[in-house]
């Protein structure tokens, strides 16, 4: 009876943990931020949105000229003959900012502001969609 149970949590224990795996990505790549001021736009990449995975953006390794504290992050779709379309602004602590599963289409962030210095770099930054 013992052995039933024991067998019983193990079995759910390994189905709660792979139920709390993140979605898997469609895309990804690594890349770094160096001596960037506010209003400097990452290069595009395009999300053909055959997932449901959430858009991010990971920075590490957080420096600015002065003392680091946060950097502002938005994420922006680029619109042809058009304004480009926003998708909200986040305050990034040197981790992880999400935006949720977006339509298809070429996107970009863009560096808004930072607390403290005039440059801001970052030596891994990791964009997932």
Same mark, same amino acid.
């Given at each position: 009876?013992?052995?039933?149970?024991?067998?019983?949590?193990?079995?759910? %224990?390994?189905?709660?943990?792979?139920?709390?795996?993140?979605?898997?990505?469609?895309?990804?790549?690594?890349?770094?931020?160096?001596?960037?001021?506010?209003?400097?736009?990452?290069?595009? +990449?395009? &999300?053909?949105?055959? &997932?449901?995975?959430?858009?991010?953006?990971?920075?590490?390794?957080? &420096?600015?000229?002065?003392?680091? $504290?946060?950097?502002?992050?938005?994420?922006?779709?680029? %619109?042809?003959?058009?304004?480009?379309?926003?998708?909200?602004?986040?305050?990034?602590?040197?981790?992880? $900012?999400?935006?949720?599963? %977006?339509?298809?289409?070429?996107?970009?962030?863009?560096?808004?502001?930072?607390?403290?210095? &005039?440059?801001?770099?970052?030596?891994? %930054?990791?964009?997932? +969609?």
């Amino acid at each position: 009876m013992k052995r039933k149970i024991v067998a019983s949590l193990a079995g759910g %224990v390994l189905l709660a943990g792979l139920a709390a795996l993140p979605a898997q990505a469609e895309n990804s790549r690594t890349s770094y931020i160096s001596w960037w001021q506010p209003g400097k736009e990452s290069s595009r +990449w395009w &999300d053909n949105n055959n &997932d449901s995975a959430s858009t991010t953006v990971a920075l590490n390794g957080c &420096d600015t000229t002065g003392h680091f $504290s946060w950097a502002s992050l938005s994420l922006w779709r680029d %619109v042809s003959l058009s304004p480009d379309r926003g998708y909200g602004g986040r305050t990034n602590y040197c981790g992880a $900012s999400e935006w949720g599963d %977006v339509t298809a289409g070429s996107y970009y962030f863009k560096l808004d502001g930072f607390a403290d210095g &005039d440059a801001f770099n970052a030596s891994t %930054v990791n964009i997932y +969609w």
